[in-house]
C-alpha cells in the first residue's frame, strides 16, 4: 500500500503489524503510464518495462480498468524513468 500522508503511518503500521510483518520503504514514487486498451494490446507490458531495464521497480500495480499501469521506484529513479518511457513511446 501507499500513503501520502506520513502523519497516519504510526496507527497504520500497528494495525497491519497485527497481520504480518511491516515494512516501511521511503523515499519512493509512483509512476503511471497512461493509454487505452491495455488489456488488448499484446507485449505492451514488455516494451513499457523493457524501457526500464536499468530501474529497480519495486511495485507494479495493473487494476481490473485497463487505463493505467502504475509502478513504484525510488524517488531518486522518477525521473529517469519517465524519460526512458518517454523515449521508448514518443521520440
Not at 503511518?9 to 503511471?32: H, K, N, Q, T, Y
Not at 536499468?54 to 480498468?65: C, K, L, Q, W
Amino acid at each position: 500500500m501507499t500513503i501520502d500522508n506520513s502523519e497516519s503511518l504510526a496507527p497504520i503500521r500497528r494495525d497491519l503489524a497485527e497481520l504480518g510483518e511491516v515494512a516501511v520503504l521511503e523515499r519512493m514514487a509512483i509512476v503511471s503510464v497512461v493509454g487505452r486498451g491495455f488489456t488488448r494490446r499484446s507485449g505492451l507490458a514488455g516494451r513499457i518495462f523493457a524501457s526500464l531495464s536499468d530501474v529497480n521497480i519495486v511495485m507494479i500495480s495493473f487494476g481490473a480498468s485497463d487505463v493505467n499501469v502504475s509502478f513504484v521506484v525510488a524517488e531518486a529513479d522518477a525521473e529517469r524513468a519517465v524519460r526512458a518511457l518517454h523515449r521508448a513511446f514518443f521520440e
